[in-house]
């Protein structure tokens, strides 16, 4: 069993990834909290487990010893959790309220002037702290019509797990989020309230009951599970763009700034690994017998820099090169199939909307430092700089 996940990893995943997926993609590993899983690291075969039924996301197939992921508690874990058609009934009524939101770039853009304000023109600052941190509260809470107080809520969330000096006991975690929850089905039930949040609450799902059954995993979703990889992706990308001017220009000039967007989520792939998938009999992945209950980790991130799939420079460090005018390009970033995210018609505008108003802004914000010197986030499931100290003027 080999330990792959480290401090280095998580600033560099590459070269290992790299010698993994040369050395025949498929590979027992220690997780960080100790128990094992399948690693899987090639695109065809990531791109294969994302479609094959016989992995579940529930974890009532997880046998033995092996990891079993973050253990969100139950009634939060929907999406994992749902049977097929519960499953498709719960995506279908997110992506219909996502649509009817409507175009929400002129207002994300907005929300981003009024956030970069807050720098008050200052020459330096920390961008994750000031900027990636807290625009997902703002946004968030303005798309899905949070009022003031659970907006502050979200953002007090977001500040005690995920800033830099932050030391998050799951169980607090947790309450907080509960909390949030709890405030907006009371206000949605109270009928009043004509947001997405206000309408999803009265649309029936979870019964009356309202803190029970799918309605909070809903919410959950909703509020929580995506504020993570949004704020990486944007740290990550100004990061990124600092040392690739070009790319930038080519972004910024771009007539369809999303097709920058799906490589800048390719090249960093902010989820490295899709949600634990558990065997539900015994199979084959790429010669590797896998019994049925172990789990395995489908590595987006790896599969994302296959060079079997992505043609392109290959970096020294195992990495294949930004091109923000890849077209086509079949990243799993986002992932495929059943569960795929949800999310994916709202976040192209919306980051393509983001990071122009940003350089609209701030033309010269760039990194302070050198790429190596930025410290990472060392989990393992997700990546995006710590800080990311950057210069505006
Ligand atoms: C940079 C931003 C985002 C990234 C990188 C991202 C990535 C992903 C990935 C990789 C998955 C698939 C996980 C798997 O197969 O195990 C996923 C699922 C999901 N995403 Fe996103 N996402 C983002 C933004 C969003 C947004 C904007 C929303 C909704 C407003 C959202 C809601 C969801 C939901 C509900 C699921 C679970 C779907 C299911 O299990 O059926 N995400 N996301």
């Given at each position: 069993m080999q330990t792959?996940?480290?401090?280095?990893?998580?600033?560099?995943?590459?070269?290992?990834?790299?010698?993994?997926?040369?050395?025949?993609?498929?590979?027992?590993?220690?997780?960080?909290?100790?128990?094992?899983?399948w690693l899987i690291t090639r695109y065809a075969?990531?791109?294969?487990?994302?479609?094959?039924?016989?992995?579940?996301?529930?974890?009532?197939?997880?046998?033995?010893?092996?990891?079993?992921g973050f253990a969100v508690p139950e009634p939060l874990d929907v999406f994992q959790s749902s049977e097929p058609g519960d499953l498709a009934r719960l995506r279908s009524l997110v992506v219909g309220e996502l649509r009817l939101a409507g175009d929400w770039s002129e207002r994300a853009a907005e929300l981003v002037g009024k956030c970069v304000a807050e720098v008050n023109g200052a020459a330096e600052f920390d961008f994750v702290a000031r900027v990636a941190l807290p625009l997902p509260a703002v946004i968030l809470g303005e798309l899905l019509g949070l009022p003031e107080s659970e907006r502050d809520s979200l953002a007090a969330w977001a500040e005690a797990t995920m800033a830099p000096d932050a030391r998050p006991r799951a169980r607090d975690t947790l309450s907080a989020m509960q909390r949030i929850i709890s405030a907006v089905i009371a206000r949605g039930r109270d009928g009043a309230d004509d947001?997405?949040?206000?309408?999803?609450?009265?649309?029936?799902?979870?019964?009356?009951?309202?803190?029970?059954?799918?309605?909070?995993?809903?919410?959950?979703?909703?509020?929580?599970?995506?504020?993570?990889?949004?704020?990486?992706?944007?740290?990550?990308?100004?990061?990124?763009?600092?040392?690739?001017?070009?790319?930038?220009?080519?972004?910024?000039?771009?007539?369809?700034?999303?097709?920058?967007?799906?490589?800048?989520?390719r090249f960093l792939s902010p989820q490295v690994l899709a949600s634990p998938?558990?065997?539900?009999?015994?199979?084959?992945?790429?010669?590797?017998?896998?019994?049925?209950?172990?789990?395995?980790?489908?590595?987006?991130?790896?599969?994302?820099?296959?060079?079997?799939?992505?043609?392109?420079?290959?970096?020294?460090?195992?990495?294949?090169?930004?091109d923000v005018r890849r077209a086509p390009n079949p990243h799993v970033a986002l992932g495929h199939g059943a569960h795929a995210c949800v999310g994916t018609a709202l976040l192209r505008p919306v980051l393509a909307s983001i990071l122009g108003e940003l350089y609209l802004h701030l033309p010269r914000l760039r990194a302070a430092d050198t790429e190596q010197n930025v410290p990472w986030r060392s989990g393992f499931r997700h990546r995006g700089p710590l800080t990311l100290p950057v210069l505006a003027r």
């Amino acid at each position: 069993m080999q330990t792959i996940f480290d401090a280095e990893f998580a600033r560099e995943p590459w070269p290992v990834l790299r010698s993994l997926r040369d050395d025949g993609g498929v590979h027992r590993v220690a997780t960080p909290d100790g128990p094992p899983a399948w690693l899987i690291t090639r695109y065809a075969d990531v791109r294969a487990g994302l479609l094959d039924d016989r992995l579940s996301t529930n974890l009532r197939y997880s046998r033995g010893d092996d990891y079993r992921g973050f253990a969100v508690p139950e009634p939060l874990d929907v999406f994992q959790s749902s049977e097929p058609g519960d499953l498709a009934r719960l995506r279908s009524l997110v992506v219909g309220e996502l649509r009817l939101a409507g175009d929400w770039s002129e207002r994300a853009a907005e929300l981003v002037g009024k956030c970069v304000a807050e720098v008050n023109g200052a020459a330096e600052f920390d961008f994750v702290a000031r900027v990636a941190l807290p625009l997902p509260a703002v946004i968030l809470g303005e798309l899905l019509g949070l009022p003031e107080s659970e907006r502050d809520s979200l953002a007090a969330w977001a500040e005690a797990t995920m800033a830099p000096d932050a030391r998050p006991r799951a169980r607090d975690t947790l309450s907080a989020m509960q909390r949030i929850i709890s405030a907006v089905i009371a206000r949605g039930r109270d009928g009043a309230d004509d947001t997405m949040l206000g309408r999803l609450v009265r649309s029936g799902i979870g019964g009356t009951a309202g803190d029970s059954g799918e309605l909070p995993g809903l919410l959950f979703y909703l509020l929580f599970v995506w504020y993570e990889v949004l704020m990486d992706v944007l740290a990550g990308a100004v990061l990124t763009l600092s040392t690739r001017p070009e790319q930038l220009a080519e972004l910024l000039s771009a007539a369809d700034r999303s097709v920058a967007v799906d490589e800048l989520l390719r090249f960093l792939s902010p989820q490295v690994l899709a949600s634990p998938r558990f065997a539900t009999t015994d199979l084959v992945i790429a010669g590797r017998s896998i019994a049925a209950g172990e789990t395995v980790l489908l590595c987006l991130a790896s599969a994302n820099h296959d060079p079997e799939r992505f043609t392109g420079t290959v970096e020294s460090n195992g990495a294949v090169a930004l091109d923000v005018r890849r077209a086509p390009n079949p990243h799993v970033a986002l992932g495929h199939g059943a569960h795929a995210c949800v999310g994916t018609a709202l976040l192209r505008p919306v980051l393509a909307s983001i990071l122009g108003e940003l350089y609209l802004h701030l033309p010269r914000l760039r990194a302070a430092d050198t790429e190596q010197n930025v410290p990472w986030r060392s989990g393992f499931r997700h990546r995006g700089p710590l800080t990311l100290p950057v210069l505006a003027r």
